[in-house]
């Protein structure tokens, strides 16, 4: 079947720290795969996208890299800021009639000052 | 402009009771969807529709059923509440041209409190 195993959290980190959230995916199929974002009170948001192996998703200085051989698009970024604290959901898409995003859990984060 | 919109932002209803929640996109896409954020956060797909075909996941009830008038709406009815309909619902919209590549767009979520 499709689904997305993520990184528990909640992640607290400070201002300027490295930001890692794994993300692994088992898909019937070629999937493509997602990282979107969910500020405090507001609906989800693309983030950065990938649509074949080895692509490298960016954007707003975060980075994800489609790794098909291990089967992972962890998001990273090299200094998080305050404005970054927001829930992070990694997601897959498959070629069927639905077109479904199917989701991680969710990685809440916390940036302190 | 709002992209895709969603009334209302909160309902507070009653056990038993019947209620709507109403998903309008102004994209011109073709297909739209309704998930089901739960209170840890988990986000399910629950039905995606585009004018030609209704796709359920079979694991929603039969309570809940999607309405669409036409094709910027999808709007969602559930009858006969149960305490556990309390979720945040959100709805989305995406072309079908390019299949599964294409993000979807997000509405900003209805929260629903069923007491």
């Known amino acids: 079947g499709n689904s997305v195993t993520q990184m528990e959290g909640p992640v607290t980190l400070s201002e300027e720290a490295f930001l890692t959230i794994n993300c692994t995916y088992t898909a019937t199929g070629y999937p493509s795969l997602f990282w979107y974002v969910q500020y405090p009170g507001e609906g989800l948001q693309l983030l950065l996208k990938?649509?074949?192996?080895?692509d490298k998703g960016s954007n707003k200085g975060f980075e994800a890299t489609y790794r098909k051989e291990t089967t992972s698009f962890h998001l990273e970024k090299g200094s998080v800021q305050v404005s970054d604290s927001a829930v992070y959901f990694c997601a897959l898409s498959v070629r069927t009639g639905a077109n479904n995003l199917f989701f991680g859990t969710g990685t809440r984060l916390t940036v302190i000052p | 402009d709002t992209a895709v919109s969603q009334t209302p932002k909160y309902l507070v209803t009653q056990m038993g009771n019947d209620k709507s929640i109403k998903c309008e996109q102004n994209l011109g896409h073709d297909t739209m969807y309704w998930y089901k954020q739960d209170s840890k956060k988990f986000l399910k797909i629950m039905f995606s529709y585009n004018n030609k075909e209704l796709i359920i996941n079979e694991t929603v009830p039969n309570r809940f059923s999607p309405k669409s008038p036409d094709k910027a709406h999808l709007n969602l009815h559930i009858n006969s509440l149960e305490l556990g309909d309390s979720a945040v619902y959100f709805c989305?919209?995406?072309?079908?041209?390019?299949?599964?590549?294409?993000?979807?767009?997000f509405g900003p979520g209805t929260r629903l409190t069923v007491l």
């Open positions: 990938a649509t074949k192996a080895d």
């Open positions: 989305a919209s995406s072309p079908t041209s390019g299949g599964h590549y294409n993000e979807q767009f």
